[in-house]
């Protein structure tokens, strides 16, 4: 069964602000991963969080979990044109370790 | 260097045939991925292989069967092709098959069933 969800949909912003999304899941979980997937290309590994840690930074990427809520969110700051992409989340379900879960993503529109 | 390559990029074929989609890893990863993107961007894991052992196999019609001949090689055979198996197929290596594990993608199979 689907584990993440990410929200919004869809997202169009400008080069220079910041985008903001977020992924819910149901489960316990071990570790959270973000992905990014360009148009016709397949998906590149963002950022990895671990269950115990409740931000992560990465270049312009800014991740947190919180497991209260059992949400995550990613933020790029200072957006460019080149991260025009769809961004997913994939969660592990806990004591299922080897399966890798991934939401229908959230498609990023950057203008120029 | 391609880490994970598969072939082909694209596949158009009429409904009943019967098709492979290839999938080799140069990572020396130990866990090997078959997952299945709709159109609606939803990426569903079909069945993960670690170290030419199924390890996951998920709710998967049985047209479908993978085939590991070691561990830099998933390859994926499916029979009777349906319309509804249009979609875009991606393979994925991770070093270690936990969620602890980047995954690893190779630039997908577009497969159109016509």
């Known amino acids: 069964s689907q584990q993440g969800e990410e929200d919004p949909q869809a997202l169009s912003i400008q080069e220079g602000e910041n985008a903001t999304m977020n992924c819910s899941y149901k489960t316990s979980i071990n570790n959270l991963q973000w992905y990014r997937q360009n148009s016709g290309r397949g998906l590149v590994h963002l950022i990895l969080?671990?269950?115990?840690?409740r931000e992560k930074h990465s270049g312009r990427l800014r991740v947190t979990l919180d497991t209260s809520k059992k949400s995550s969110s990613l933020l790029i700051t200072a957006s460019r044109a080149a991260d025009t992409a769809s961004y997913f989340c994939?969660?592990?379900?806990?004591?299922?370790?080897?399966?890798?879960?991934f939401g229908a993503g959230t498609t990023v529109t950057v203008r120029a | 260097d391609t880490a994970v390559s598969q072939t082909p990029k694209y596949l158009v074929t009429q409904m009943g045939n019967d098709k492979s989609i290839k999938c080799e890893q140069n990572?020396?990863?130990?866990?090997m991925y078959w997952y299945k993107q709709d159109s609606k961007k939803f990426l569903k894991i079909m069945f993960s292989?670690?170290?030419?052992?199924?390890?996951i196999n998920e709710t998967v019609p049985n047209r479908f069967s993978p085939k590991s001949p070691d561990k830099a090689h998933l390859n994926l055979h499916i029979n009777s092709l349906e319309l509804g198996d249009s979609a875009v197929y991606f393979c994925?290596?991770?070093?270690?098959?936990?969620?602890?594990?980047?995954?690893?993608f190779g630039n997908g199979t577009r497969l159109t069933v016509t």
């Open positions: 969080i671990r269950s115990n840690e």
């Open positions: 292989y670690n170290n030419k052992e199924l390890i």
């Open positions: 994939a969660t592990d379900g806990g004591s299922n370790d080897y399966k890798l879960s």
């Open positions: 994925a290596s991770s070093p270690s098959g936990t969620g602890a594990s980047p995954l690893h």
């Open positions: 990572l020396g990863h130990d866990t």
